[in-house]
């Protein structure tokens, strides 16, 4: 089918090869472009408030430098009891997450934003914070340390590939948007789209 593009200009916060791929399932036209911001989170802050406020900022520091799009921005923070989980970084970190979650469930806050910025004065903006809970099975170190070197997941919090060989590493996985656990929720996404007038069957 054809891309639609009769609508506004549309922007991706993110170099996140896995959000892109997501984002054209849509079939409109946008362009990634890359936030530069701080993603620590604050102390004493609460997961959900880390997400949505990083998944404000990005969108933010998009919409400066471009004004008149909508821009999407979008983070995601893994917790198990509570304490986030961070992206691995190397090996290593991958297996000593892994080793710690096997068995257990792992609650993934993906927030999203839409910020309006076609009137210079009059941003909008739609914030929503999509949960899901990932039970991951009880495996083997040689098994959890065997995916690691095949699939090599160190930039993904919770050291693991849902869409791909990862999902053999989970049983349950419960969420009311089966894209939230990749990056980006487009249920919650295309609500917020319609809100602002983009249509989908042009």
Not at 38 to 55: F, G, I, K, V, Y
Not at 57 to 64: G, L, P, R
Not at 102 to 109: K, L, N, P, S, T
Not at 143 to 168: F, T, V, W
């Given at each position: 089918?054809?891309?639609?593009?009769?609508?506004?200009?549309?922007?991706?916060?993110?170099?996140?090869?896995?959000?892109?791929?997501?984002?054209?399932?849509?079939?409109?036209?946008?362009?990634?472009?890359?936030?530069?911001?701080?993603?620590?989170?604050?102390?004493?802050?609460?997961?959900?408030?880390?997400?949505?406020?990083?998944?404000?900022?990005?969108?933010?520091?998009?919409?400066?430098?471009?004004?008149?799009?909508?821009?999407?921005?979008?983070?995601?923070?893994?917790?198990?009891?509570?304490?986030?989980?961070?992206?691995?970084?190397?090996?290593?970190?991958?297996?000593?997450?892994?080793?710690?979650?096997?068995?257990?469930?792992?609650?993934?806050?993906?927030?999203?934003?839409?910020?309006?910025?076609?009137?210079?004065?009059?941003?909008?903006?739609?914030?929503?914070?999509?949960?899901?809970?990932?039970?991951?099975?009880?495996?083997?170190?040689?098994?959890?340390d065997a995916y690691l070197r095949i699939e090599q997941p160190y930039d993904c919090a919770g050291s693991a590939k849902n869409e791909g060989l990862g999902i053999a590493i989970i049983e349950k996985i419960d969420s009311s948007d089966p894209t939230a656990l990749t990056g980006l929720p487009l249920i919650a996404l295309t609500g917020m789209l319609r809100k602002a007038g983009v249509s989908f069957?042009?």
């Amino acid at each position: 089918m054809p891309i639609n593009t009769a609508q506004p200009r549309l922007i991706l916060a993110s170099s996140s090869v896995y959000r892109r791929e997501l984002l054209s399932r849509l079939q409109l036209a946008f362009d990634c472009m890359s936030p530069d911001i701080d993603e620590q989170a604050l102390p004493d802050e609460a997961p959900e408030q880390t997400a949505l406020r990083l998944a404000k900022q990005k969108a933010a520091a998009i919409a400066e430098s471009t004004p008149g799009a909508l821009v999407i921005g979008s983070d995601q923070v893994a917790t198990l009891d509570g304490q986030q989980i961070g992206k691995p970084g190397n090996h290593a970190n991958a297996l000593k997450q892994l080793q710690t979650m096997r068995g257990r469930q792992v609650v993934f806050h993906t927030a999203l934003c839409l910020l309006d910025a076609r009137k210079p004065d009059l941003w909008t903006t739609q914030l929503e914070d999509v949960t899901t809970t990932v039970q991951f099975r009880d495996l083997s170190d040689a098994e959890l340390d065997a995916y690691l070197r095949i699939e090599q997941p160190y930039d993904c919090a919770g050291s693991a590939k849902n869409e791909g060989l990862g999902i053999a590493i989970i049983e349950k996985i419960d969420s009311s948007d089966p894209t939230a656990l990749t990056g980006l929720p487009l249920i919650a996404l295309t609500g917020m789209l319609r809100k602002a007038g983009v249509s989908f069957f042009k």
